[in-house]
Structures are given as structure tokens and as C-alpha cells.
């Protein structure tokens, strides 16, 4: 299998030109299925299962799920920003410099799963207490100079949260571990 489909299993993320509540509600079943697929897919992983790339040069299984922990909070949060703020510039971070730091690289994912659980139930509280007037809100990213309405945003997080899922699946499936 060729890298680009190893380190893209789902697509890269394409911005609907419009997004519609039918759309809208889709995203936000993702999100909130997320935390539970993650759980039945990495339950019954080993130590040495976790500790094994997705793909060449490529994220562990452990920092896989670490990393959406990661990710997901920062993304409540910017979520709050533009909640709060006119059109607030967001703090990016490095991902693949926080992907090395130890408790993502070696800390067991129990944490993690915890952190998504609690993360997820809050953010779709959030998400589906959204007026068509918050969806429209903004936050400006500075690494793409550009601003996100939050309904894209929650479709970027939805194709996210399928696109490291694959990563895991793909995987398994690749190694005989389903």
C-alpha cells in the first residue's frame, strides 16, 4: 500500500462548500461516536501493538491516542474562543514535536481514553446547544492566515477523529490483529 492511502486512509479533509444541518448533525454523530470506537479498537492491544507505527515513519499506536486527546482539547477550546471572543487568532502547536514528549510516546492510553470520554461529552453538549449564528462564528488559525467558521471546524474534527481511527483499523487489519 502505497504512503499517501497509509498516512490518509479516509482522504485528506475537503471543505463542503456548504454545510447543512443534515451534514452538521453527521459531524457531530462522529465526534461523539469517537471516543467509543477508539476504546473498542485499542482494548485488547498489547504493549507491543501499541508500540508499533501506523505506517512507516509514522505515529505509534500509543501516540495516535494520545494525540487525539491532545487534539481534542485544543479544539474545545478554540471552539470557546470563538464562542466568547470576536474571531479570536488561536495558539497553534506542534503536534510532532508533542507526539515525542513522554507522556505521549510512553504513558499507557488508559488516561487518554479517560481524557476523551469527559472531553467528548462536553464538547458535544456544547456542539449541539449551537444556534445557526454560533456556527458562523470564527477563529483564525495563523499557520493557514486564514479564519474557520465553527461548522467547518466540526467537520475538520469529524474527518480527524475517522482519519486516526483509520489509522488504528488499517493497521490491525495489515497485521491480523481484528
Known amino acids: ?27 457531530i454523530a462522529v465526534i461523539s461516536d469517537f471516543p ?3 476504546h473498542k479498537e485499542v482494548q485488547h492491544l498489547n504493549e507491543q501493538q ?9 505515529w505509534t499506536v500509543r501516540q495516535v491516542v494520545n494525540h487525539c486527546a491532545d487534539s481534542h482539547m485544543n479544539a474545545l477550546i478554540r471552539h470557546k474562543l470563538a464562542l466568547t471572543e470576536d474571531n479570536p487568532t488561536i495558539k497553534p502547536y506542534h503536534e510532532d514535536l508533542w ?23 462536553r464538547w458535544i453538549a456544547l456542539l449541539k446547544g449551537l ?8 477563529f483564525t488559525h495563523p499557520e493557514h492566515n486564514k ?10 474534527y469529524a474527518w480527524h477523529c475517522d482519519h486516526h481511527l483509520a489509522h488504528i483499523t488499517s493497521l490491525k487489519e495489515r497485521k491480523g490483529w481484528t
Open 99 to 121: 507526539a515525542e514528549l513522554p507522556d505521549t510516546k510512553t504513558m499507557p492510553i488508559e488516561p487518554a481514553l479517560h481524557i476523551l470520554d469527559g472531553l467528548h461529552a
Open 36 to 38: 467509543g470506537k477508539l
Open 131 to 138: 444556534s445557526e449564528t454560533d456556527l458562523n462564528r470564527t
Open 147 to 156: 479564519a474557520f467558521t465553527l461548522d467547518e471546524s466540526i467537520g475538520l
Open 50 to 58: 501499541l508500540d508499533t507505527p501506523y505506517r512507516p515513519e509514522g
Open 1 to 27: 500500500m502505497e504512503i499517501e492511502n497509509l498516512k490518509y486512509p479516509v482522504g485528506r479533509f475537503q471543505k463542503p462548500e456548504q454545510i447543512s444541518g443534515e451534514m452538521l448533525a453527521g459531524f
